[in-house]
């Protein structure tokens, strides 16, 4: 059953319990809430603010993690690269510079939760998960074009929640369909684990209505993942996560047009921005143009879709050089790093996994990093924050029993 209690159980309305309440709340609000602001603005009032007077001690433990100083210097220094933008502006500097701030609190939240109590933070993530399933449903059951199946039309689902563009909505609903397919997998058996497995199907039906292949992409990717992974390693789990792999696989060369199928028109009109992008670096290849890039106007006076990179890694390239992407691959190369040894010592994939469906993500699609609340902060940042977690030997391995432990550092997990 989901351990989901406050990390303070000794006093029912402490600062703990109530900045516990309104994250998970935040999280969740992810697939209910109708705008994007609004969930910002709660994020702000109820999480950020209440939350810094929790994070002193948090700060200090959290400068022992390799992945977070990294973080801090890439940060750091696409902030600094705005300096040298074409047309700096000392106001965007300062929205930026919240947004960061923002970010890591928000990392050092989800740490803080580990501290209290090591199966809290996958405690939330399990809770929010039912949502995003109960969010999926209705979202199909409302779908327009649902009785045209298996044909899809061009009406692209967008689900429930803050998202305005179907690609974003298959990143966040898959995300929390790899955590249901997890915990399925993981507690068999239980009368939970039966709720997260009908939801599974629901997830998938989701993002294939959404038709972003990306997505589709990810969650087949890292749904294949926890099987091979599997801490059994049992022949079943092998086969299935193989059989996900070889879909996901075929998929990929048929969106390509490798198999005399029609190339998959949006993934290839991404080849001319991407084209773009790195004749723009061309011309500042160390250090870019700054994080304030130029924006290229249509003839009718709108942002051009030439501004959007589609791709994070490019996004960085452009803007901070050489010099932000290399400090980027840095963050992604020590939080793989992490999230492998956690594999292979305690024998949990679900970190893994879930950063790998980030990473497959904003490889191609996503812009800038630094950004309110959007799919980011799910497929991202949340991913992130347990493999830092881990790093400082804060969670705990799929051996541990249904109530957990209290959090306390192990000396076989800290360096």
């Known amino acids: 059953m989901l351990n989901l209690s406050f990390p303070d159980r000794e006093r029912r309305w402490s600062l703990a319990n109530i900045v516990f309440a309104t994250y998970t709340l935040f999280l969740a609000g992810f697939y209910f809430v109708p705008n994007a602001v609004d969930n910002y603005k709660f994020y702000i009032a109820a999480v950020f603010l209440p939350g810094l007077f929790l994070l002193p001690q948090t700060v200090k433990l959290c400068m022992r993690s390799r992945i977070w100083l990294g973080l801090l210097v890439y940060l750091a220094y696409m902030l600094t690269s705005s300096l040298w933008s074409t047309d700096f502006s ?4 300062w929205r930026d510079t919240r947004y960061t701030a923002y970010i890591l609190v928000f990392i050092l939240l989800t740490v803080y939760w580990f501290e209290r109590h090591r199966q809290l ?27 045209l199946l298996p044909a899809l039309t061009e009406n692209r689902m967008i689900g429930l929640g803050i998202t305005d563009n179907p690609n974003p909505s298959a990143f966040i609903y898959g995300f929390f369909g790899v955590i249901a397919l997890d915990y399925a997998r993981r507690h068999w058996g239980e009368k939970l684990a039966y709720v997260y497995a009908a939801g599974v199907p629901v997830i998938v039906l989701f993002v294939i209505l959404t038709q972003s292949n990306t997505g589709l992409l990810a969650l087949a990717s890292a749904s294949a993942l926890l099987f091979l992974l599997d801490r059994r390693r049992t022949p079943p789990a092998l086969v299935i996560g193989l059989c996900i792999g070889l879909t996901a696989s075929v998929y990929l060369i048929w969106s390509l047009g490798l198999l005399n199928a029609a190339v998959d028109l949006g993934f290839a009109a991404r080849f001319p921005i991407w084209e773009r992008i790195l004749e723009q670096w061309q011309a500042a290849p160390i250090f870019g143009y700054g994080y304030q890039p130029e924006i290229v106007l249509l003839p009718d006076g709108k942002p051009s879709i030439l501004n959007y990179a589609h791709s994070s890694f490019l996004a960085t390239l452009r803007d901070g050089g050489l010099v932000g992407l290399l400090l980027l691959l840095v963050v992604y190369g020590l939080a793989l790093y992490t999230a492998f040894k956690m594999v292979f010592t305690v024998r949990r994939a679900r970190y893994l996994c879930l950063f790998a469906l980030g990473v497959i993500c904003v490889l191609v699609d996503t812009d800038q990093i630094v950004t309110r609340p959007r799919e980011l902060w799910i497929i991202l940042w949340l991913p992130l924050a347990c493999l830092v977690a881990y790093e400082l030997g804060l969670t705990d391995d799929d051996s541990a029993g249904p109530s957990g432990r209290q959090a306390g550092r192990s000396p076989k997990n800290i360096r």
Do not use: G, K, N
Not at 90 to 93: A, G, K, N
Not at 122 to 137: G, P
């Open 90 to 93: 000392l106001e965007t500097l």
């Open 121 to 147: 933070p996958d405690a939330i993530m399990e809770a929010v998960a039912l949502v995003a399933i109960a969010a999926a449903a209705v979202s199909i059951a409302t779908f327009e074009d649902l009785l």
